[in-house]
C-alpha cells in the first residue's frame, strides 16, 4: 500500500468503500470492488459499507432497498470479507455520514461539483430531473471517506474523479478550520485489471445495475447457463485474436472480453493474448465462459448461504454499524468544535 499524500497526517491506514444497493452486484462490481476489498481487509484496518443513502439518489422501491441491502452484505460474505477482520454496515445506520456530508456541501464548491462526469452521465439529457441528492453525491461520498479518515479508496476507473473531490474536500476544510493535517488526503486505488469492465453489448458503456438490458452484464446471482449464454452472445468483431494488447486499442468488444478474462484469471492481458493469439472468438468465448463459471460458481453459491439466513447478516450489519459508530461519533464530535457548533 503507497504512503497516503497528506504530509501532516500522522494517522494509521484505513480503507474504506462501499457498493450502493441499487440491484444485482455484477461482475464490474466484483472484479473493480469485491475482490480488492477482500484483498485489502489483510493490510489495513478495513470499513466496508452498503450506500444505501447513495442508492436514494435515484428512486428505489422501500421494500426491495432492504433485500437488496442485504444482498450486497452477502455478495461482501460470499467473496471472502469477514466480519472478525472488516466492518462492515449498512451507511444509513450511521447517521454521522448525512451530518458531516451537509458541513462538507458547505465547503464544496459548485464548480468542482459541475465538472463532475458521473452526475453528467447519470442525469443524462434530463438534468433538471434529477434529484439534488444526484448532483451532491460525491460530497456524500467524501463524508463516508473522510469520517473514518480512510487513507485508502479502492474503486473502479469511473470512482477515480469523486476521489480527487474528496481530496480537495479534505485540504480546504483543513486549511478554512485551520487544522492542518486533521484529515488525510485519501488515495483512490483503482489501477490494474478488472479496474473497468465494459457492457457486453456496447463496450463503449462500463458494466452497470442500472443498464436496462440483462444482457449486458453478467450478475453475481446468474446461473451457470445464464453465464455462457451472456458469453456467447456478447458483441465482437470477425477477426482473430491479435498478439498484443497494443493491436486491440480499437476493437473495444475484444479488449474488454480479454480484459475480463485476464481478470478473472489472476493474469496480464499480454499473457492471455500468448495463449489465444490467432484464435477466434468461436474459440475464446467457451474458454472464456468455462473460467467465469469456475470463479464466480463458488461466490454465487456461498451468496446463496449467506441470503438464506437473513437473521445472521442482520447480526452481522449491526455489529459492524456499532463498530462503525465508534469511530465516527468522535470525529464529527470534533469537526463540529472545528467549525465552531455550539456543545461539548
Ligand atoms: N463496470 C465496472 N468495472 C469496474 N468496477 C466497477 N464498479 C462499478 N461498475 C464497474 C465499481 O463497483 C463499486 C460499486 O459501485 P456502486 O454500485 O456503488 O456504483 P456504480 O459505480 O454506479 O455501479 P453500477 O453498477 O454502475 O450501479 P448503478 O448502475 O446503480 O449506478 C465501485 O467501486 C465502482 O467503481
Redesign the pocket.
Known amino acids: 500500500m503507497t504512503e497516503q499524500t497528506s504530509p501532516a497526517y500522522a494517522g494509521p491506514a484505513r480503507v474504506l468503500?462501499?457498493?450502493?444497493?441499487?440491484?444485482d452486484?455484477?461482475?464490474?462490481?466484483?472484479?473493480?470492488?469485491?475482490v480488492?476489498f477482500t484483498r485489502m481487509q489483510h493490510e489495513a484496518e478495513t470499513f466496508i459499507f452498503v450506500?444505501d443513502l447513495?442508492?436514494i439518489t435515484?428512486w428505489q422501491e422501500p421494500a426491495k432497498l432492504t433485500a437488496q441491502t442485504r444482498e450486497?452484505a452477502a455478495a461482501y460474505l460470499a467473496a471472502g470479507l469477514d466480519p472478525k477482520i472488516a466492518t462492515i454496515f449498512p451507511q444509513s445506520a450511521v447517521t454521522e455520514h448525512a451530518e458531516l456530508a451537509w458541513i462538507f456541501n458547505c465547503v464544496a464548491r459548485v464548480g468542482w461539483l459541475d465538472r463532475m462526469t458521473?452526475f453528467k452521465d447519470?442525469s443524462g439529457k434530463n438534468k433538471e430531473k434529477a434529484s439534488v441528492g444526484l448532483y451532491t453525491y460525491p460530497v456524500l461520498q467524501a463524508a463516508d471517506i473522510l469520517l473514518y479518515k480512510a487513507t485508502h479508496v479502492?474503486?473502479?476507473?469511473?470512482?477515480?474523479q469523486h476521489v480527487e473531490l474528496t481530496r480537495d474536500i479534505a485540504a480546504k476544510f483543513n486549511h478554512d478550520f485551520d487544522a492542518p493535517g486533521y484529515f488525510p488526503l485519501p488515495e483512490p486505488i483503482?489501477q490494474g485489471v478488472?479496474?473497468?469492465?465494459?457492457?457486453l453489448r456496447d463496450a463503449s458503456e462500463?458494466?452497470?445495475?442500472?443498464?436496462p438490458s440483462d444482457a449486458a452484464?453478467i450478475n453475481l446471482t446468474d446461473d451457470a447457463d445464464a453465464v455462457a449464454q451472456k458469453i456467447r452472445k456478447a458483441k465482437t468483431d470477425a477477426l482473430p485474436l491479435p498478439e498484443t494488447p497494443d493491436e486491440l486499442k480499437d476493437r473495444p468488444e475484444a479488449q474488454n472480453l480479454i480484459g475480463i478474462y485476464a481478470a478473472l484469471d489472476g493474469r496480464t492481458a499480454a499473457e492471455v493474448l500468448t495463449e489465444f493469439a490467432g484464435q477466434g472468438f468461436g474459440a475464446f468465448k467457451p474458454k472464456l465462459a468455462d473460467l467465469a463459471v469456475a470463479k464466480l460458481g463458488p461466490v454465487t453459491e456461498a451468496m446463496r448461504g449467506f441470503m438464506a439466513d437473513p437473521a445472521e447478516i442482520d447480526r452481522i450489519l449491526a455489529a459492524g454499524a456499532e463498530r462503525a459508530r465508534e469511530v465516527a461519533a468522535p470525529t464529527l464530535r470534533q469537526v463540529k468544535k472545528l467549525v465552531g457548533f455550539w456543545g461539548d
Open positions: 468503500s462501499g457498493v450502493k444497493p441499487t440491484g452486484l455484477h461482475l464490474g462490481n466484483y472484479l473493480g470492488a469485491l480488492k450506500a447513495h442508492a435515484e450486497i458521473q447519470k479502492p474503486v473502479g476507473d469511473d470512482q477515480k483503482h478488472g479496474a473497468r469492465i465494459m457492457s462500463k458494466m452497470s445495475k442500472s443498464n452484464r
